[in-house]
């Protein structure tokens, strides 16, 4: 069965320290998107890809990086991360067009 | 302003009763409507997608969509303990992109016996 995964499912890591969380999808979906979870604050949408070669910065991307080498992965990279990236982060993928968004696991980053 | 609103609740509602969930979104441009429920810990998982003006219905669960309006909501009839999660409100459109798609905050809906 198709699926999306990210890993690692829980982080822990230093003030300063650059840190990458995977995403991976076997559904062949044109788009992928990265988003955190905070309390009080939904899902935001950090950056996104339609397709290889294709990012795009989303309402909250200061500090936050992606590439699209592939379709099926889209790596976000936190460049030197800092305590208010504690979060959880969601990645999810869809076909191109209104469709439906699936989303991984979700992981669960603290930066101490 | 938000692009996409909800109330946070939480809201209430007994067993057997009909909750209504309601959001609001400001690009006037938005083509396409979802209703995501999310438990505590787990991934968010659509629940119901609507496109068109009017009423859509799936079982015990109906959105109603008004353009004009800028409107969408989530009836939950006959509910259970076990719709106790959260409603997202997310939104497709133009802005940024016909696939960028946009949450709302989320609505926690609590369902007591």
């Known amino acids: 069965d198709a699926e999306i995964t990210q890993s690692p499912r829980h982080k822990i890591t230093e003030t300063g320290r650059q840190v990458t969380l995977a995403c991976h999808q076997t559904?062949?979906?044109?788009?992928m998107f990265w988003y955190r979870q905070d309390l009080g604050h939904g899902l935001r949408l950090i950056h996104y890809s339609y397709g290889v070669h294709d990012t795009n910065k989303g309402e909250v991307s200061d500090g936050y990086s992606v590439s699209r080498s592939n379709t099926e992965d889209l790596p976000l990279t936190l460049e030197s991360a800092a305590s208010s990236q504690t979060s959880v982060y969601f990645c999810?993928?869809?076909?191109?067009?209104?469709?439906?968004?699936?989303f991984g696991q979700g992981t669960r980053l603290t930066v101490v | 302003q938000k692009e996409v609103e909800q109330n946070s609740g939480p809201l209430s509602v007994p067993e057997g009763a009909i909750a209504s969930l309601n959001c609001t979104y400001s690009?006037?441009?938005?083509?396409?409507f979802f209703w995501y429920r999310q438990y505590s810990g787990k991934s968010p998982e659509l629940i119901m997608s609507i496109y068109s003006n009017g009423d859509k219905e799936d079982g015990r669960f109906t959105a109603q969509l008004n353009k004009a309006s800028q409107y969408v909501s989530l009836l939950i009839r006959d509910s259970q303990p076990s719709d106790s999660a959260t409603y997202l409100c997310?939104?497709?459109?133009?802005?940024?992109?016909?696939?960028?798609?946009?949450f709302g905050a989320g609505t926690r809906l609590a369902v007591h016996p």
């Open positions: 999810a993928s869809s076909a191109q067009g209104a469709t439906e968004a699936f």
């Open positions: 997310a939104v497709q459109g133009p802005s940024g992109g016909y696939n960028k798609l946009i």
């Open positions: 690009d006037r441009g938005s083509q396409s």
């Open positions: 559904w062949n979906h044109n788009n």
